[in-house]
């Protein structure tokens, strides 16, 4: 990877992202030895330009940041961290310093994909995802069908709250039949997209 560390005076900005849901969780910066420190580690390493010396995140809290992946921008000038917390991000105890930014995060979605294909995976005892996964996929199709139905009846009254939890049902069951097919919700934006344009 070929890093400009020259624009910023030795420095490149690195953006922190939770690996698993998207979450922008903090903006820091890095010099060449916080960045070799960071991929040696995989504990992510920032240069405090207030303490004017490295820093990892957690080396006090416990609450380390660790590398799943680095992309670089096109210019070469910006770093992407892609990184697994542990513990809370943010020094107010959040998980993101951006907390008005990640509200509503449909970038949850992914991450309960991810988890429901763990669960295929592990199939851990007790888990009702995985009583669906052993029920097959007829059960699981059928599942599927008796939400959208009861969505349907749903959004015939005037219970908002009824509704919204028939449409999270609907979704879940959703992307376990998607997984049970071996797919994700990835396969279905990408064919949204194209019939978007």
Not at 96 to 112: A, D, K, M, Q, R
Request: charged letters at 30%; a negative charge; hydrophobic letters at 35%.
């Amino acid at each position: 990877m070929n890093i400009d560390f020259q624009k910023l005076n030795g420095l490149v900005p690195a953006i922190i992202q939770d690996a698993d849901t998207s979450k922008v969780l903090m903006l820091g910066f890095m010099n060449q030895e916080a960045y070799d420190k960071t991929v040696r580690e995989k504990k992510v390493t920032f240069f405090s330009r207030t303490k004017n010396r490295l820093w990892t995140k957690g080396e006090e809290s416990g609450h380390f940041l660790l590398v799943k992946d680095v992309l670089i921008d096109c210019d070469n000038d910006t770093l992407l961290i892609k990184c697994k917390p542990v513990g809370p991000t943010c020094h107010t105890g959040s998980d993101t310093c951006f907390n008005e930014l990640n509200s509503g995060g449909i970038e949850f979605l992914n991450y309960l994909q991810k988890l429901i294909d763990q669960r295929k995976k592990d199939m851990p005892e007790n888990s009702y995802t995985t009583k669906l996964f052993n029920k097959g996929i007829n059960k699981i199709a059928q599942k599927v069908g008796e939400e959208a139905v009861e969505l349907v009846i749903e959004s015939k009254d005037n219970n908002d709250e009824l509704f919204l939890n028939e449409a999270a049902d609907l979704m879940f069951h959703l992307l376990v039949l998607l997984t049970e097919k071996k797919f994700k919700i990835d396969d279905v934006v990408k064919i949204l997209e194209s019939r978007h344009k």
